[in-house]
């Protein structure tokens, strides 16, 4: 992801051709693992709330739809690759470039990695498969904490390289991968489905527009609930 800048938020195309480059390395034969990383200091700071809150602003149901959609076909892309799939976490990896870390079969984090399903400090529902993954990585009551905190985790220290790591295992997975594949679960699916519902809600909902409206004017939003 090459936006550095902007901490790799997804603008533009950035969903479709994430799903696209996951899909046609996918395809080919002499693709034995997939590394997906951030260029500059971090990850991926997920949407560009700037852009969602410009289709909330204008009730644009159907953009906000598809935007979600194109997220959702990110983490299929990356479940139907018959490759590992590894997130090299270099950086901050907060609301969907969290989702997309939690998506990959591995993740391999740096010093200055950080995670967090920080959607509700902007009024907004976790997507990109984030209420799938997490209970299933880290149990309930911790991915419970973390979704309703909307707190950031940082990486443990280490004292090696993290992207020597993921050379290592992505050798180690090279030659051992037999081009099986994990299937999508209707579980998964149903999931991405609930939540493009709950995020298009959010996002066109009063908290919404408080929390979109207030991280763009760098302050604390005050939600409904909390009035």
């Given at each position: 992801m090459n936006r550095p800048d902007k901490l790799n938020a997804f603008a533009n195309q950035m969903r479709q051709e994430i799903a696209a480059a996951v899909g046609q390395l996918g395809e080919r034969n002499d693709v034995r693992v997939i590394v997906i990383t951030g260029a500059g200091k971090g990850f991926s700071a997920g949407a560009d709330v700037s852009y969602t809150k410009q289709l909330a602003d204008h009730r644009d149901e159907e953009a906000?739809?598809?935007?979600?959609?194109?997220?959702?076909?990110?983490?299929?892309?990356?479940?139907?690759?018959?490759?590992?799939?590894?997130?090299?976490?270099?950086?901050?990896?907060?609301?969907?470039?969290?989702?997309?870390?939690?998506?990959?079969?591995?993740?391999?984090?740096?010093?200055?990695?950080?995670?967090?399903?920080?959607?509700?400090?902007?009024?907004?529902?976790?997507?990109?498969?984030?209420?799938?993954?997490?209970?299933?990585?880290?149990?309930?009551?911790?991915?419970?904490?973390?979704?309703?905190?909307?707190?950031?985790?940082?990486?443990?220290?280490?004292?090696?390289?993290?992207?020597?790591v993921v050379v290592d295992i992505a050798a180690i997975a090279a030659s051992r991968v037999s081009g099986s594949t994990f299937p999508i679960s209707?579980?998964?699916?149903?999931?991405?489905?609930?939540?493009?519902?709950?995020q298009v809600r959010c996002a066109l909902s009063d908290d919404g527009a408080e929390g979109l409206t207030a991280f763009l004017e760098k302050r604390e939003p005050n939600f409904g609930a909390l009035k």
């Open positions: 906000l739809r598809a935007l979600v959609r194109a997220g959702r076909d990110v983490v299929i892309a990356i479940r139907r690759a018959p490759q590992p799939v590894i997130a090299s976490v270099n950086g901050p990896a907060a609301g969907a470039g969290a989702s997309l870390a939690l998506a990959c079969d591995i993740r391999i984090a740096s010093e200055r990695a950080s995670f967090g399903l920080t959607f509700n400090r902007v009024g907004l529902h976790p997507d990109w498969g984030g209420t799938y993954f997490l209970p299933r990585l880290v149990g309930t009551a911790a991915a419970a904490e973390l979704i309703y905190s909307g707190s950031m985790i940082k990486s443990a220290p280490s004292a090696t390289s993290p992207m020597s209707t579980p998964l699916e149903e999931m991405l489905e609930f939540e493009e519902e709950a």
